[in-house]
Nanobody
Framework: QVQLVESGGGSAQSGGSLILSCVAT????????IEWHRQTPAERRELVAR???????FYADSVKGRYTIIRDGPANTVYLRMNRLKPEDPAVYYC????????????WGQGTQVAVSS
C-alpha cells in the first residue's frame, strides 16, 4: 500500500519561507500528478498547486508567484516551496497523488501544519 508522507511544516514569520515535502513510500509509484491542498478549520479544503508530468502546472491566485512545486523524480519526492508567507497562509497542507488505475485511486498525505507569525 503506497503512502504519501509529508514533512516540513512549522512556523515562519510573515514574509518568510517554508518548504514542505511529500515522499511516496513505494519507489514504483510514479507521482505523475501531484497536488497540494490546504485546509483551515473554517474553510473547505482548497487546491493551491498542481503539477502533472504532461508539463502542466496550476497555482491558485492566492499563491501564484509565491509557491512553487518542485519534483525530485529519482527521490520520489515532491516539494512545495512557499515564499513571502502571508497571514492568510496558515493551514494544514496535504499532498495528493493518483495512480494509473481506471478510475484512478487517490492517495493523500497525513497533512502538515503551517503557521505564520507577524
Amino acid at each position: 500500500q503506497v503512502q504519501l508522507v509529508e514533512s516540513g511544516g512549522g512556523s515562519a514569520q510573515s514574509g518568510g519561507s517554508l518548504i514542505l515535502s511529500c515522499v511516496a513510500t513505494s519507489r514504483t509509484f510514479s507521482m505523475h500528478v501531484i497536488e497540494w491542498h490546504r485546509q483551515t478549520p473554517a474553510e473547505r479544503r482548497e487546491l493551491v498547486a498542481r503539477w502533472s508530468d504532461d508539463g502542466t502546472t496550476f497555482y491558485a491566485d492566492s499563491v501564484k508567484g509565491r509557491y512553487t512545486i518542485i519534483r525530485d523524480g529519482p527521490a520520489n519526492t515532491v516539494y512545495l516551496r512557499m515564499n513571502r508567507l502571508k497571514p492568510e497562509d496558515p493551514a494544514v497542507y496535504y499532498c495528493r497523488s493518483q495512480d494509473y488505475s481506471n478510475p484512478p485511486k487517490d492517495y493523500w498525505g497525513q497533512g502538515t501544519q503551517v503557521a505564520v507569525s507577524s
